[in-house]
């Protein structure tokens, strides 16, 4: 039986994180995986019990969303929170990454950083990355695959 790929796997679960967002300007979903395992996800949204974009708009400086917190860096805490480590793990994310978020993952040992869609890509990002020793690569998100995968089960 064809069975869909890790990639696809990952890739489709920050799709569905993304789902969650709760900021207007966009929707970005991240997954943190090790040993091919999940060990955590977020989404760009509102701290826990705060005021959602969607609810009463954004709260734009110099044109960034600062009511939300991103979905990679939602992730990172959510390992913080519970005591998980990010070492040597990767993540999954919809948009290549800001650079305050680059320099999280790079800070919390993720060793590699796969996206579905160029976001504004810094070459700074990539440059730090780089140093770093991390590895970037460009994963685009197949969903008519996946559906085709659904139909035919
Ligand atoms: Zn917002
Ligand atoms: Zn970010």
Known sequence: MERITWDQYFMAQSHLLALRSTCTRL?????????KRIIAGGYNGSIAGGAHCTDEGCYVIDN??????HAEMNAILQCAKFGIPTEGAEIY?????????????????????????????HPFALELFQQANVLVKQVPFDIENIYLFLQKR
């Open 27 to 35: 929707a970005v979903g991240a997954t943190i995986v090790r040993d």
């Open 64 to 69: 960034h969303c600062m009511r939300t917190i």
């Open 93 to 121: 994310v919809t948009h290549f990454p800001c650079l305050h978020c680059c320099k999280a993952i790079i800070q919390s040992g993720i060793k590699a950083v796969y996206y579905a869609q160029d976001y504004k890509n």
